[in-house]
């Protein structure tokens, strides 16, 4: 059975920092690109930050570059996502992608974890 299960979430003031935690089971890890989206109030799902199967390469969308950091942990099958400087606008509820395509394409997404940004 696959899992993804996120930890990490909570209330931060602006400029603190969160680290998220997504860890995964039922599947072969190491094969799967894996990403942080994130979707806030009234608005669509957005991709935050993706690291490749052995982490050789890392990309970030614009608003989190230089403050946000996904790394990987293949040997604990955990992905994480070191949140520094977080803004209100960082608001959201943050989920755990696994992507890979053999033959086919596997998809799939932990439930989430609330981050909030606030004073």
């Known amino acids: 059975q696959v899992q993804l299960v996120e930890s990490g979430g909570g209330l931060v003031q602006p400029g603190g920092s969160l680290r998220l935690s997504c860890a995964a089971s039922g599947f072969t890890f190491n094969n799967y690109v894996m990403s942080w989206y994130r979707q806030a109030p009234g608005k669509e799902r957005e991709l935050v930050a993706r690291i490749t199967t052995f982490g050789g390469s890392t990309n970030y969308r614009d608003s989190v570059k230089g403050r946000f950091t996904i790394s990987r942990d293949n040997a604990k099958n955990t992905v994480y996502l070191q949140m520094d400087s977080l803004k209100p606008e960082d608001t959201a509820v943050y989920y755990c992608?696994?992507?890979?395509?053999?033959?086919?394409?596997?998809?799939?997404w932990g439930q989430g974890t609330q981050v909030t940004v606030s004073s």
């Open positions: 992608n696994a992507w890979t395509r053999t033959i086919i394409t596997h998809d799939y």
